[in-house]
């Protein structure tokens, strides 16, 4: 069964998977989005996060593009692909900040593309913008 925390006006969480195969990245993003009041879920590649969607279903998915085993493209055609998915926010923090990988990106359904390193009041501005109903801190 798939575990979706509500987004009533006010109330619940907003629930975020982080992607990255950096824990470090995956850590500090944790703290910034946690502070806020939002329920981080890690996951460190692109399998990970389709094996802990098996059972949660995130509000919002944050992810890098390189990493081993699956990376956030493939990730990104596969959370697109899945009609229980497809409508999740698909925003992409990456060091590749070039018009090829915004293309691609463009192209799989991604909604917004970040490059690295992202700055923590445009994370979280364009954060609110996907639920402008949530009072975030």
């Known amino acids: 069964m ?6 009533a006006a006010g109330s619940g969480y907003i629930t975020v998977l982080v992607v990255d195969d950096s824990i470090t990245v995956r850590r500090v993003t944790q703290r910034l989005l946690t502070r806020e009041g939002m329920h ?8 990970d996060a389709l094996d802990k969607m098996k059972t949660l ?23 697109r692909a899945d009609p229980h998915t497809a409508d999740i926010p698909f925003i992409i ?30 994370l979280l501005a364009l954060v609110r913008t996907y639920f402008p109903e949530k009072a975030l801190a």
């Open 2 to 7: 798939v575990q979706h925390r509500p987004q």
């Open 40 to 47: 981080v879920v890690l996951a460190n590649n692109g399998l």
């Open 93 to 122: 923090i990456s060091s590749r900040v070039g018009d090829k990988h915004r293309d691609i990106a463009r192209a799989l359904g991604v909604n917004h593309y970040l490059g690295k390193p992202y700055s923590e009041p445009a």
């Open 57 to 79: 279903r995130p509000d919002l998915i944050l992810s890098d593009i390189e990493m081993p085993h699956m990376d956030g493209f493939d990730l990104a055609r596969a959370v």
